[in-house]
């Protein structure tokens, strides 16, 4: 997006993979979801991600199969390119420079060289109108082609869609309003149809999906008040007709036929998929409970999967319309989020409210959701305008043995409603335990929320707009049999002012509430050590200074001043006029991110509150206002030299935009690394590479090696060496016979030195988990030097009294080509 | 606008019956419709569905199917009778009695030569239509079951019958059955119960296509007998089926008040070869059992239980938004039911097997426009006068002194004389009547009750003087034309000496009573007129016609007026002519003779001939505009139509001699409440 020397502000995770149709590849082995500014390759049968391809360098906003190659797709995006990939491999083949944002693409085997996609009307990105145009793809050989060819086919669609090709690619239809316009591309002419508006009666006309039968001439389209009208005779101006087909309630979101036309599928708000029998209206089959409303359905082209993409950033895969067989889940993302973001200390997940009443937990590493804590313990009603318990807050303490949320509900005409809940992490069932429910801990909103960081007690402080605060301690009653649990220990206030914001120091030492324009700071025995105001303005944000600059307080005011403040003399240090919206101290140094507001564009910077001058700064992030971010610790501390890069070195800055989009700040550096490990990590594509999977599958493959006939049958012609040599030697110069034998058996005692092998890595496994720190490199090579001396350690412990030379050398080869094996079987 | 004192009345309770069958004549376009009560109603299609002619039921009579061979109608009903209809006296010219039990369906072929009927004993009867009747030919294979419903092969050698469980294709010339469809049952606890076929219908590709009781529509190959498609289409019964005349489209209508569409497409747009049926729209304008339908040209016409007729336009058939595509529905009848006696302040409300006579409540109250008055004295029924006799009264009459009170049915006129001393009320019936006065199409009494006039037939119409001893004929009024129709119209001035008659021929009369012979003919106009009324003063005869046309004639100076030449010099506004209700009746304004008083279904209209004439261009429905304007301001968006639709359903305005208004409402809603319980349906949400 936006460059910086060699900070990029990137999307990473939690992208939307519901944005357009999913495509499922003709073996039905793979389905591929644009997500962000890749295309993601999932395999529909173990749900996990394949491969990540990546190229485009703005959204990706549709893909399409590439007729002619089953093992290509094309895929479009807002940066003006479609891109050819073998999906298989997760190779770029080629890309055709449109030099227009992209918002969909179409595609028709009738139509040989030549994708359709919508560009807007005009040249620019905030132009509102929008068209389809032919692309004729030329040929050539080159990595990059510039595509220049383009021929309008219909003007005024709807940039996302709502456009289908009919049968054998004659004609495509689209709809966008009230009007649905076919295009007949043997005539080069277009009809139009309209439909009233119908407010009255509750009607609504618009359109909302087209798709069209693939054998017959008839084109479904799907309208805002749930009806679905079947087209038939469409040729004429007058006399086409069209039956209607009712179940939903709500809009229609998605159509779809099956291919070969006998069934057809379509999904709205319900969150149900309704099959409807094509030519026998009247039956259809549903596949309700499916969790969230269906914004897409895709068909594999044998017909046999159905795969739903969910408003709630879901994919759902569906085995021959009724069985579920597999859910893939992004980032939930409603319309905002209500808790702050947070991090796991534990996980290292990103925690932030997700489905209706509950916590997601997001690993940013993987990319994949860990699981949801459901908050609220309510069933949730799909029900407009009822009011439902809603998850406001959450957060950890230090070590993540606690998790304290917030829930609340507010009904027209009655009170506010809520719940303070702790949850307790509990190591066995590795997961968050219930421990105590304050109904009605405040007799307002509350506004803020933290955990004591200090080691010695495990306290929670409230604040709400009821003026006060309250500090919640756990008190262990040893006695009772329930155990610990929690209770209010200290309840302060301030001139009944009401507060806004809390923080602790780093240490624990020193709480600070902002109660509007003045700052109190409070020691742990609760006494009101000092306070500090610089009016006007109510205060916004509060944060202390870390490590070394631990002395400061930093304050945001919502008079466009940032305040910090020197406890030790409890003056200001200094202050300046900026409008920040969000601070944010990275727990893991001394640095401060500030997200300012200005003329419609957020700005960052990135300071440490001793120094003067900022160690980063940019303006112009992203359009609207940043309202949540959060620093999350790197699993892997980055070496980076560049000094206006090194606040990324022990954290990484992730936040979301006015848009829900998920951002983050990367360096060059961190960018080549990701490169090369996706390069390295070439590996079976039907299974997902994950950390645990190189882990466990180095381990595994090791395993299996071993215990593997097909091992043991690399190994028989080595076998076969020792007894060729000892059938091709000369009689008279064999030894004994009975020392022929054991040598001979000794030969084959392969097995049972390697059974002694497989247990031992095993446990030096174990113990290298329980170190942590130590590399994968250095694992490896322990294991190799352990393999090594296993299989020479039986070997000597067999040994016979006495050995002539030539038998000794003849053993040892055997052992030498043991080694060897076992060795190419670890390297590889 | 003026303020009136309004009587709002809603004690009214007419009840239209449920519409049983329908038989469209594209040649005449009249829309023939049969009423459960026996009543048949012929409707205009090229007069903008104007009801033009109501036949009046009998007890005993009953209507299953109607049937036009040419310009004749014929009927038939579970009676067991046919009858044929004589439309210009408006009464049966025959009825034959069938010998084959009730009549289910009966059913003509295209060339028009002959009339099939279905018979509960399982006969199919071949009736020969002859120059002035019908005669018996021959009955067909008779069958066990009772024959249902029947079409004709268009070549008219073959007729498929739907009976029980099954349909039967007979020939005609030889008289067998040759081909046995079955017919499946319902599902689940209906498997018991034999399948009714409704209705069936013979295209000329030899495919019948079926609809019954376990609400499938089915698709037949006549040929082999076989089962092409089915279309399940409702839980409950498929009714009624209509293909219209290019056999590319059929309409079913079904229990759950629905008409659904079936065309014959080709499922790719290049080739048409393969045809098939495929459902396409459906129409819900019915809440009950659609049992009779017509798909006409640009229309489909349907009507039911619900007794509305529906004709629904097929929008594709129209190139231009007009008042023809737009969907109608006739509710009310397009003529008088409710009487006002002006002077006395009595209501006379006619129902086809009684009148009632009521007294309007008094108000001495004062209060804002738009307040209700508090009752001094409540409304009050009079008098249920109950007819004589098996035939339904077809028109009947009120003196403005209300002291005479005349009914006439099919057979019979009856004058009654009524007294009235404060609260009680007495009625004679007058006892000798002159013989020539046998029965009327419309009964008319002279302003000063000293005359009665009844229309008869031909077109002439009868005076009798009335007086306390005696009545006495006096003389016959004939008109000139030789026009056999009937009246539906009449009316004479206040000062009594004018009489003015309009008939189905859209012509309408002027005599001179007191010189007892025809005065002038007023130019014939296309549409038949709906509504007309004789000036109190200026004595000219105001005339709305169907298609909305608004004439004003000057008897006295035989020609149109100046004003009414500038109404049609200027033309209507639009939004008048689009209105879908003739206007039934017109008054006039003693106090303000430059007002005319007019209303039609959903509203009322006052036209003030001192106002300049509304453009296309001017706001038509201005009263809500006026009300938000300045009194300096309001002159200058003054025009000659004031509306109001306050009052909606309406069923007769008359005003009183004390200047206050009497509007007569039925809410259609009460209409609705009263009919029996629709078919269950599932709803969503409940």
């Known amino acids: 997006m936006v460059a910086h020397g060699e900070i990029h502000v990137v999307h990473r995770g939690g992208n939307k993979i519901n944005f357009r149709e999913t495509v499922i590849t003709n073996d039905s082995r793979f389905l591929l979801c644009a997500s962000g500014e890749s295309v993601k390759v999932y395999s529909s049968s173990s749900e996990e991600c394949v491969h990540d391809l990546q190229g485009h360098t703005d959204l990706v906003s549709g893909i399409v199969r590439n007729p002619s190659n089953h093992l290509q797709v094309y895929s479009c995006s807002a940066d003006g390119t479609v ?81 289908s090709f009919g049968r054998k690619g004659e004609y495509i239809a689209a709809v966008k309003g009230l009007q649905l316009e076919v295009f007949f591309f043997k005539k080069q002419k277009s009809h139009r149809f309209f439909l009233k508006s119908g407010n009255k009666k509750g009607a609504k006309n618009a359109f909302t999906c087209v798709s069209c039968h693939p054998k017959e001439d008839c084109i479904a389209t799907g309208h805002e008040d749930g009806k679905i009208r079947l087209w038939r005779n469409f040729n004429q101006k007058k006399e086409y007709t069209y039956s209607t087909l009712h179940w939903h309630h709500g809009a229609v979101n998605t159509l779809q036929f099956t291919p070969e036309g006998t069934n057809l599928l379509s999904g709205g708000i319900e969150s149900v998929l309704v099959q409807w029998h094509y030519t026998q209206e009247n039956q259809k089959d549903f596949l309700p409970r499916l969790g969230g409303a269906i914004t897409h359905i895709a068909v594999s082209p044998d017909g046999s999967l159905f795969c739903t993409s969910h408003s709630d950033n879901k994919i759902t895969i569906i085995q021959s319309c009724v069985k579920v067989s597999a859910i893939i889940q992004g980032l939930v993302k409603g319309e905002g989020v209500r808790t702050d973001l947070t991090i796991d200390p534990r996980s290292k997940a990103l925690v932030l409210n997700g489905k209706p009443g509950h916590l997601q937990f997001y690993s940013l590493h993987r990319d994949k959701l860990l699981y949801n804590l459901d908050i609220v313990q309510q069933e949730y009603i799909h029900e407009e305008g009822l009011d439902q318990f809603e998850v406001v807050k959450a957060a950890f303490d230090t070590r993540g043995n606690w998790l304290a949320t917030v829930e609340e509900r507010t009904q027209k005409g009655s009170e506010l409603e809520i719940n303070l809940k702790l949850w307790a992490y509990d190591e066995q069932t590795q997961s968050f335990m219930l421990n105590t429910t304050v109904t009605a801990p405040h007799e307002d909103q509350i506004t803020a929320m933290c955990f004591s960081p200090s080691p010695e007690t495990t306290m929670l402080v409230t604040i709400s707009f009821d003026g006060h605060f309250k500090a919640w301690l756990l008190a262990d009653h040893s006695d009772t049999k329930e155990g610990a649990c929690w209770s209010c220990d200290f309840v302060g206030g301030y001139h009944h002012l009401k507060p806004g914001c809390c923080c602790f120091s780093a240490d624990g030492s020193l709480l600070a509430v902002g109660f509007q324009e003045v700052v109190t700071v409070w020691s742990p025995s609760w006494e009101l050590l000092t306070t500090l105001s610089q009016p006007p303005g109510a205060i916004r944000d509060l944060c202390f200074g870390r490590l070394s600059c631990s002395k400061y307080l930093l304050g945001t005011s919502t008079k466009n001043q940032l305040c910090c403040w020197n406890l030790l003399t409890c003056s200001l240090e200094w202050s300046t006029p900026v409008d920040v919206s969000l601070l944010q101290a990275d727990p893991l140094s001394e640095n401060m991110a500030a997200f300012c507001s200005q003329s419609g564009c957020s700005d960052l910077f990135v300071f440490k509150p001793g120094e003067p001058r900022p160690l980063y700064s940019q303006k112009a992030l992203c359009t609207g206002k940043v309202q949540r971010a959060v620093f999350a610790p790197r699993d892997q501390m980055l070496e980076s030299c560049e000094e206006h890069a090194q606040w990324l070195n022990r954290s990484q800055l992730y936040f979301f935009t006015q848009h829900m989009d998920l951002m983050t700040f990367s360096t060059k550096t961190e960018e080549d690394r990701l490169l090369a490990s996706s390069k390295r990590l070439m590996v079976d594509d039907s299974v997902a590479v994950t950390p645990f999977y190189l882990l466990l599958g180095k381990h595994r493959q090791q395993q299996e090696a071993l215990t593997n006939p097909m091992a043991e049958r690399i190994q028989l012609p080595q076998g076969s060496i020792a007894i060729k040599e000892l059938l091709y030697t000369p009689a008279h110069v064999l030894p004994s016979a009975s020392f022929l034998c054991s040598m001979f058996v000794r030969s084959l005692l392969i097995s049972s030195s390697s059974a002694s092998e497989e247990k031992e890595p095993v446990e030096e496994e174990m113990e290298s988990e329980e170190e942590d720190s130590e590399g994968e490199a250095e694992l490896r090579d322990a294991r190799q030097d352990l393999g090594g001396s296993a299989a020479w350690g039986p070997g000597e412990e067999l040994g016979a009294p006495a050995l002539t030379k030539a038998q000794e050398r003849e053993l040892r080869r055997v052992k030498h080509f043991d080694h060897s094996w076992l060795s190419s079987v670890l390297e590889c | 606008m003026g303020e009136f004192k309004v009587h709002r009345v809603r004690f009214f309770d007419y009840m239209p019956t449920a519409i049983r069958a329908m038989a469209f004549n594209a040649h005449t376009e009249r829309l023939a419709l049969g009423r459960m009560d026996g009543s048949v109603e012929i409707f205009n299609f090229a007069d903008r569905y104007f009801q033009e002619k109501v036949i009046p039921g009998k007890d005993s009579r009953s209507i299953e199917a109607l049937c036009w061979v040419g310009g004749r109608l014929f009927s038939a009903g579970l009676n067991g009778e046919i009858t044929e209809y004589d439309l210009e006296t408006l009464r049966p010219k025959y009825s034959l009695e069938a010998y084959g039990g009730p009549i289910w369906t ?189 798909e006409i040209e640009t229309a489909i016409v349907s009507g039911g239980m619900d007794t509305q007729l529906v004709v629904r336009p097929l929008l594709e058939k129209f190139d ?80 403005s002194c ?73 003389h016959t009024l004939k008109p000139k034309s030789g026009s056999r129709q009937p009246i539906h119209l009449m009316t004479n001035s206040v000062d009594g000496k004018w009489l003015a008659t309009a008939n189905s021929d859209c012509e309408i009369h002027v005599y001179n009573v007191q010189k007892l012979k025809l005065h002038c003919i007023v130019p014939v106009y296309g549409s038949c007129p709906s509504a007309m009324g004789i000036h109190p003063t200026t004595n000219n005869l105001t005339m709305v016609h169907a298609d909305q046309q608004i004439f004003e004639y000057s008897i006295v100076e035989k020609q149109y007026t100046d004003w009414s030449r500038k109404l049609q010099k200027q033309g209507l506004h639009n939004l008048w002519l689009d209105r879908d209700t003739p206007v039934t009746h017109v008054t006039f304004n003693p106090k303000n003779p430059e007002q005319i008083l007019l209303h039609d279904m959903h509203m009322f209209c006052i036209i003030d001939q001192s106002l300049p004439l509304p453009d296309q261009k001017t706001q038509f429905y201005n009263q809500m505009t006026l009300r938000s304007l300045s009194e300096q301001e309001r002159p200058s968006h003054l025009h000659a139509f004031k509306i109001c639709k306050t009052f909606q359903d309406l069923l007769s305005v008359s005003l009183l001699d004390d200047q206050s208004l009497v509007m007569v409402e039925r809410p259609l809603l009460a209409i609705t409440c009263q009919l029996p319980a629709p078919v269950r349906q599932k709803k969503f949400a409940t």
């Open chain 2, 320 to 399: 231009e938004r007009s008042h023809a595509s737009a969907l109608r529905k006739i509710q009310f009848p397009h003529r008088n039911l409710v009487f006002c006696a002006k002077k006395a302040g009595l209501l006379l409300f006619q129902f086809p097997g009684q009148l009632e006579l009521w007294r309007l409540g008094e108000s001495d109250g004062h209060g804002k426009p738009g307040d209700s008055l508090p009752l001094k004295r409540k409304p009050e029924k009079l008098l249920h006068l109950k007819r004589k006799g098996e035939d339904h009264i077809c028109c009947s009459a009120l003196s």
């Open chain 2, 106 to 294: 009966i059913t003509s072929n295209s060339q028009g030569a002959h009339l099939a009927i279905g018979c509960e004993d399982g006969t199919v009867k071949l009736f020969e239509v002859l120059e002035e009747s019908i005669q018996f030919e021959r009955n067909l294979d008779r069958q066990k079951g009772r024959i249902i419903s029947l079409s004709w092969h268009p070549s008219g050698t073959q007729i498929a019958a739907g009976m029980m469980d099954m349909i039967r294709v007979f020939d005609v010339p030889t008289g067998r059955a040759v081909q046995r469809l079955l017919v499946d049952r319902g599902f689940g606890g209906s498997k018991s119960r034999e399948t009714v076929v409704w209705s069936v219908v013979f295209l000329s590709d030899c495919t019948i296509i079926s609809g019954d009781s376990a609400g499938k529509v089915q698709v037949w190959d006549g040929h082999t007998g076989t089962l092409v498609k089915t279309h399940l289409v409702t839980k409950w019964d498929v009714l009624a089926l209509s293909v219209s005349k290019d056999e590319s489209s059929v309409v079913v209508g079904t229990s759950e008040g629905t008409v659904i569409q079936f065309q014959f497409i080709a499922p790719t747009l290049q080739q048409q070869q393969d045809k098939e049926w495929v459902r396409t729209r459906t129409f819900k304008n019915h809440t009950h059992d659609v049992r009779a339908l017509a």
């Open chain 1, 83 to 163: 891109r050819l990939w073998d999906f298989t491999d997760g190779i770029l083949i080629k890309t055709f420079i449109i030099g227009y944002p992209i918002y969909s693409i179409y595609i028709s085997e009738n139509h040989g060289g030549v994708v359709f996609v919508v560009v807007p009307m005009a040249n620019d990105k905030s132009s509102e109108l929008f068209q389809l145009v032919a692309v004729h793809l030329p040929l050539s050989g080159d990595q990059e082609v510039e595509a220049r060819e383009l021929s309008a086919v219909l003007c005024d669609v709807s940039p996302s869609g709502a456009a």
């Open chain 2, 402 to 474: 209300g002291g005479w009170l005349a009914y006439s049915t099919m057979s019979s006129v009856r004058l009654y004389r009524l007294q009235t001393d404060n609260n009680d009320i007495s009625i004679s019936k007058v006892p000798k009547l002159p013989k020539i006065l046998r029965s009327a199409h419309q009964l008319c009494f002279s302003s000063d009750s000293s005359k009665l006039f009844a229309a008869s037939s031909q077109s002439s119409v009868l005076v009798i003087a009335l007086s306390q001893s005696e009545c006495k004929y006096v």
